[in-house]
């Protein structure tokens, strides 16, 4: 009976006494900000910076160097007009692109016939570097806004295809039997459940998109253009102007950056029934 009693007393708590805490509480309690984490790595970027050009790396340009030209960019108007031709550009050929793919993504993943037609050419031109297609659009069609947007158009279009393919694949089949139980029609369940199922793959393929939009732009913006990060990075770079190419770069790395947030966060307003870690 003794045994008894000091068994249960040892695993019971003295009154008074608070419980430890669990192992998720306390990961949850030491968990950093992402905030301050990003912020503590922008600190560490920009000292690793200006140590390297402190030492002369490679002639590379100081952060102050780069601050100061960027505010004689912004004072005549220089960067805020290349900024926003590219961004115009990029949204241009990214929201055509993106429109196009999702279309013929759940096309493909829903229909096989459309799928065995189509994806020979997708696997196709997947291979073929947008920028390979530069003269191309060129010849084709003059040296206007149309190949540059074209060709930006293209490479958001074959990263955003696949994914939306891949995601319509890739629905649960029980979920779509279930839903034929329960006397949904076709429509009703790519609606209900298609859609709702393949939105996490096709906003992941819209940000992959978006990042080889912006990583055409620099050679789309060569195609007889007179404004726009890409052309004023090509034309520093004739005059060996590297505080102008640094600026170009930040604003690019800036503006895609900030899309790319938007996208992740319309990616949490659509898949709230998502378990996230």
């Not at 779509?176 to 139980?181: F, L, P, S, Y």
Request: glycine content about 10%; overall charge positive; some cysteine.
């Amino acid at each position: 009976m003794d045994v008894i009693t000091t068994g249960k007393a040892a695993a019971e708590p003295a009154t008074g006494t608070p419980a430890a805490p669990t192992r998720p509480q306390a990961a949850r309690r030491r968990r950093v900000p992402p905030l301050v984490l990003n912020l503590i790595a922008l600190a560490l970027g920009l000292g690793v910076w200006a140590l390297l050009a402190s030492r002369g790396v490679g002639d590379l340009p100081g952060p102050v160097a780069v601050g100061r030209r960027a505010g004689e960019m912004l004072g005549d108007g220089t960067l805020e007009g290349d900024m926003l031709a590219s961004l115009r550009r990029v949204f241009t050929g990214f929201a055509l692109g993106t429109a196009l793919a999702v279309a013929l993504g759940f096309l493909m993943g829903w229909y096989p016939v459309v799928r065995g037609l189509c994806e020979p050419y997708i696997q196709f031109f997947r291979t073929i570097p947008p920028l390979a297609l530069i003269p191309l659009a060129i010849v084709l069609m003059g040296i206007g806004e149309t190949p540059k947007i074209f060709v930006i158009f293209l490479a958001a279009f074959l990263s955003s295809v696949v994914a939306t393919f891949q995601g319509v694949v890739d629905v649960d089949r029980t979920l779509i039997d279930a839903a034929r139980v329960l006397g949904a029609g076709d429509w009703t369940i790519f609606r209900k459940v298609v859609i709702p199922a393949s939105t996490p793959f096709i906003l992941v393929g819209m940000r992959i998109g978006l990042g080889s939009a912006w990583a055409t732009v620099v050679a789309a913006e060569l195609i007889a253009a007179q404004e726009g990060l890409g052309f004023r990075m090509q034309h520093a770079e004739t005059y060996y102007d590297l505080d102008t190419i640094f600026v170009g770069l930040i604003a690019i790395g800036v503006l895609g950056l900030v899309m790319d947030r938007l996208l992740l966060l319309a990616e949490r307003r659509l898949t709230t029934w998502q378990e996230r870690r």
